[in-house]
C-alpha cells in the first residue's frame, strides 16, 4: 500500500512539474478582443513565436497576457509585464544582458517618465 500511494504521488508531482510546461506555436493561438484562445478556449501557458533573429516567449493566464520575453542568442533584450491590454512595464536591455531603459507602456506606445541608463548615469525623458 506504501509503496503504491508513494509512486502515484510522485507521478502526479511528475506531471504537475514537468506535464504543464509546454510551450505552443503562436500560430496556434487566435487572438481576439485582447484574449488568447486555444482550440476555442481560454489558453493558460506559454507560446512561442521567432521575429527574425530574435525569439519571443509569452506567458498568458485564462486568457490574459501576463508578460513577454525578447530574446536574441539566449541573451534577454526585452521583458513586458503587462496590467492589462497592450499596457504594462517594460525593460530593455543590450546585448550583453546591461539594463538601457525602463517604464509604462499604453496601447504599445511609451507613456510617462522613462529611464535611461547609459554609462554610470540614469537619464529620465518623459512621454
Same mark, same amino acid.
Given at each position: ?8 504521488? $510522485? &507521478?502526479?508531482?511528475?506531471? &504537475?512539474?514537468? +506535464?504543464? $510546461?509546454?510551450?505552443?506555436?503562436? !500560430?496556434?493561438? @487566435? &487572438? ?6 486555444? $482550440? ?5 501557458? #506559454? ?16 486568457? @490574459? ?13 526585452? *521583458?513586458?509585464?503587462? =496590467? =492589462?491590454? !497592450? ?9 550583453? !544582458?546591461?539594463?538601457? =531603459? *525602463? !517604464?509604462?507602456?499604453?496601447?504599445? #506606445?511609451?507613456? +510617462?517618465?522613462?529611464?535611461?541608463? @547609459? $554609462? ?8
Amino acid at each position: 500500500m506504501e509503496v503504491r500511494r508513494y509512486i502515484i504521488i $510522485n &507521478f502526479f508531482l511528475f506531471y &504537475f512539474t514537468f +506535464g504543464c $510546461n509546454n510551450i505552443i506555436p503562436m !500560430g496556434q493561438l @487566435v &487572438f481576439k478582443n485582447c484574449k488568447v484562445y486555444l $482550440n476555442e478556449e481560454l489558453f493558460t501557458g #506559454k507560446y512561442e513565436m521567432f521575429r527574425g533573429d530574435k525569439y519571443v516567449l509569452s506567458k498568458a493566464i485564462k486568457g @490574459v497576457l501576463k508578460n513577454e520575453k525578447t530574446f536574441k542568442n539566449k541573451i534577454l533584450l526585452m *521583458e513586458k509585464k503587462f =496590467s =492589462s491590454c !497592450g499596457s504594462g512595464m517594460q525593460k530593455i536591455y543590450d546585448l550583453k !544582458g546591461n539594463k538601457v =531603459s *525602463e !517604464g509604462l507602456f499604453e496601447n504599445r #506606445k511609451r507613456v +510617462g517618465r522613462w529611464k535611461y541608463f @547609459v $554609462n554610470d548615469s540614469v537619464y529620465f525623458l518623459k512621454y
